[in-house]
């Protein structure tokens, strides 16, 4: 939202951006339905643990069960990562030790205590995945915003999808949370947006969001090599816990402060954004500031659809 393009209830006022009691609250409950849609695959894998393992008379006929074999790993303590750097004996030795050390001596409670040692390690990975949650929702909402905004307007997109690293035909239901990019023509340019880009000509920073005068590029392309395809690059944080806020913005701020910097010893100055769940008064008077003095391009509250619409609209038409 640009301070001079402010068009909502309290125009030309830092207070637009600051997100209310109400916006905190129902963001925090889109979080944890968020949550719950994430471990939701984690429980049913436990269920299925169970429901097989209960075919088991003793922990040592678990150890002739090959279709929960991979589970039984997960229960010994070995995470997908350690699993790669293990021989076969060694996987076989931290099954026998689960079974001899921890099922044995459960008893009839054998299979109770595989499940509960399945979940702590699966827990770790789902906690992995609870740290990125915010940032995860935040993409899905602001690239949501720009699809549709393309959509109404009739224009022709493409997705670049994470698992296969191809281009397909926007025309095509996906999954948002399964793209990397979005790519678009019009009479007059050809546009791509990234997601999660590491920019080489940033420090080999991470930026959430940079768009670019290319279309369909590959992402390993020399391209981004080159200062003048960059149009804009922005900081998006889902965080929605007040107090985290502040935190973030420093973060952001930092990391389009070295944005800046890194573009004008190259004399390209691209365009600059800021968007995030939590804003608070103090931060507010920040982000104001610098859209006043055209330090930041442009911000919005990702809670405020208005505002949301707007800084895609901007984004788009650059």
């Known amino acids: 939202m640009k301070a001079d393009n402010f068009t909502n209830k309290q125009k030309g006022d830092y207070k637009s951006l600051v997100t209310t009691y109400t916006e905190t609250r129902a963001g925090f409950v889109d979080l944890a339905l968020e949550k719950n849609r994430i471990a939701t695959p984690f429980v049913e894998q436990a269920r299925s ?23 039984m790993l997960k229960a010994a303590g070995l995470s997908d990562k350690a699993e790669t750097h293990l021989e076969e004996s060694d996987k076989e030795l931290a099954i026998q030790n689960l079974v001899d050390k921890f099922l044995k001596p459960a008893g009839t409670g054998f299979v109770e205590e595989l499940v509960y040692r399945f979940l702590l390690t699966k827990g770790d990975t789902l906690g992995g995945s609870m740290r ?48 990397k990019g979005i790519s678009w023509k019009t009479v007059n340019k050809q546009r791509t947006i990234l997601f999660d880009m590491t920019v080489d000509l940033v420090d080999k920073k991470n930026i959430d969001v940079c768009l670019f005068s290319l279309c369909n590029v590959d992402r390993d392309s020399k391209a981004f090599q080159n200062a003048a395809n960059y149009i804009a690059l922005g900081e998006l944080k889902g965080g929605i816990d007040p107090a985290g806020a502040d935190e973030h913005w420093k973060t952001g701020n930092s990391a389009l402060s070295r944005i800046r910097k890194a573009f004008a010893s190259r004399t390209i100055k691209p365009k600059t954004f800021f968007v995030a769940a939590a804003i608070e008064e103090a931060m507010a008077k920040e982000i104001w500031g610098q859209l006043q003095d055209k330090t930041l391009s442009s911000a919005a509250n990702l809670n ?6 707007k800084l895609c609209d901007w984004l788009i038409n650059l």
Do not use: H, Y
């Open 49 to 71: 643990l169970k429901l097989d393992a209960s075919k088991a008379k003793s922990p040592d006929d678990l150890l002739r069960m090959p279709k929960i074999r991979s589970a």
């Open 132 to 179: 990125n949650i915010g940032g995860a929702w935040a993409k899905r909402k602001f690239a949501s915003v720009i699809v549709a905004r393309l959509r109404n307007a009739g224009v022709k997109i493409e997705f670049l999808l994470n698992s296969s690293k191809q281009w397909v035909d926007g025309e095509q239901e996906v999954n948002i949370e399964t793209i």
């Open 304 to 309: 405020k659809r208005e505002q949301l619409d």
